[in-house]
Structure formats: C-alpha cells, structure tokens
C-alpha cells in the first residue's frame, strides 16, 4: 500500500538554529512529491513540487530535495514567521488525480 | 481573484442533522476536492471532481455527497450527521492534471457534531 511518513512530528527550534524535515515515501511511481506549509486556521498553501531524484527548489530560508525513497525540507537560519505545519504529500501514477498525504511535522521557531 | 473560498467558517450540528457545506473556485479550475483533516492526521480526499457533471469517491466518502453542477461550484453534502464527522474540512481545485499541480486550498470549515 502506498504511504507517505513525516518525521519528526513536531520541532522545536531557536531563531537560527538550521534543522530538515523528513518525508519518506513508498509508492509504486511517483509522478511528484509536494511541500505545503499550514498556519493554523488556515488552509495549505503551495511551497514546492518535485519530479525527479536529485531535484532541489529553494524559496528564501526553505530548501527541498528529493532521492528516491524521501524528500528534505531543509530550514535555514529560521525566523520566528517560519512557525507552521509542513505537510509532504505524493501524486502517484496510477492515480495521479490525487495526493496522499503524510501527518505534518509541526515547527515552532522561538526567539 | 478570490482563489476558493468556502462557507460556513465553523458550524456546530447535532446528530441527525444535515448540512451542506459550500466551495467556489474562481480559477476556472477543472478538477475539485473534498477532504478532512483530524488532528495528528494527513488530510484524507472525500470526494474529488475532474469537471462539471462528473465526481468520484476519495478514500473516505461514507456519509457525504457531492455534486458538480459547474465549473465553480462543488458543495459537499453531510447526511445525517454523526460525531466521527467531526473534523475540519478543506476544499481545493487545481487546473489541470497535465501541467504543474499543485492544489489550491480554500480556508476551511470546522465542523463540531454533537
């Protein structure tokens, strides 16, 4: 069965303290991997999308990459506004009119 | 461009009770979703529609219905509202699945039945 797993399930970090979000998937063919960020209350909004092994995309403190089985999220020199839930989720082949999605990994950022 | 929205923002039902939930997309996107969120879980697809006049099942459609009567809207419906139906749900659309596809999320509505 195809499965999407983030970890860790929350994090805590110091303004400027770097840190990665895991999310390992199996699925029979994977078509893209994505990257949503939740603030609370809110719906996801679009970080990133990621077709191929050894494809990386940035946007300003944030950094995906991707290898066969997972995917990084990669935070950098983090501010107290990169606060959110990150939630991963895979577009497969056989049903590419969907995503699955993994749980989230919750982040908060202290000053 | 107001992306999609959806209405009511929270909504509070005692079992039994029914209830539609509204979603409309500006985008002149084909494809719509229903999904729930619980707590410590991923969001989990209700129903899903690749165009007017055509919906299909999600992994989790007991319980609920949908319609899609244009391109903007795609109401979910609640039928006789039980407390596992608690959650919060989203509605999202995307273009088209051959290009670029991310989704679009709407803000939500949270659902408490009682």
């Known amino acids: 069965e195809d499965q999407v797993t983030q970890s860790p399930e929350a994090l805590r970090l110091q303004e400027g303290e770097s840190s990665s979000l895991n999310c390992s998937y199996t699925?029979?063919?994977?078509?893209?991997l994505f990257w949503y960020r939740q603030d609370p209350g809110k719906g996801p909004e679009f970080l990133f999308t990621?077709?191929?092994a050894g494809e990386e995309k940035e946007k300003e403190r944030l950094k995906a990459t991707l290898t066969k089985k997972e995917s990084f999220l990669h935070i950098t020199a983090p501010k107290p506004e990169d606060s959110a839930t990150y939630l991963c989720?895979?577009?497969?082949?056989?049903?590419?009119?969907?995503?699955?999605f993994g749980a989230g990994t919750t982040v908060t950022v202290r000053a | 461009n107001a992306g999609v929205t959806q209405t009511p923002k929270f909504r509070i039902l005692k079992i039994g009770q029914s209830m539609t939930l509204q979603c409309t997309q500006d985008?002149?996107?084909?494809?719509m979703y229903w999904y729930r969120q619980d707590p410590g879980m991923g969001l989990k697809l209700i129903y899903y529609?690749?165009?007017?006049?055509?919906?299909d099942k999600g992994e989790v459609p007991n319980g609920y219905n949908v319609s899609r009567s244009t391109t903007e809207d795609f109401p979910l419906r609640l039928e006789l509202a039980a407390p596992s139906q608690t959650s919060v749900y989203f509605c999202?659309?995307?273009?088209?699945?051959?290009?670029?596809?991310?989704?679009?999320f709407g803000p939500g509505t949270r659902l408490t039945v009682t």
């Open positions: 999202a659309s995307t273009l088209d699945r051959e290009v670029i596809y991310e989704q679009y």
């Open positions: 699925v029979s063919g994977l078509r893209g």
């Open positions: 990621l077709y191929s």
């Open positions: 989720a895979v577009q497969i082949r056989s049903n590419d009119y969907k995503l699955s």
């Open positions: 985008m002149n996107h084909n494809y």
């Open positions: 529609s690749v165009g007017a006049g055509i919906t």
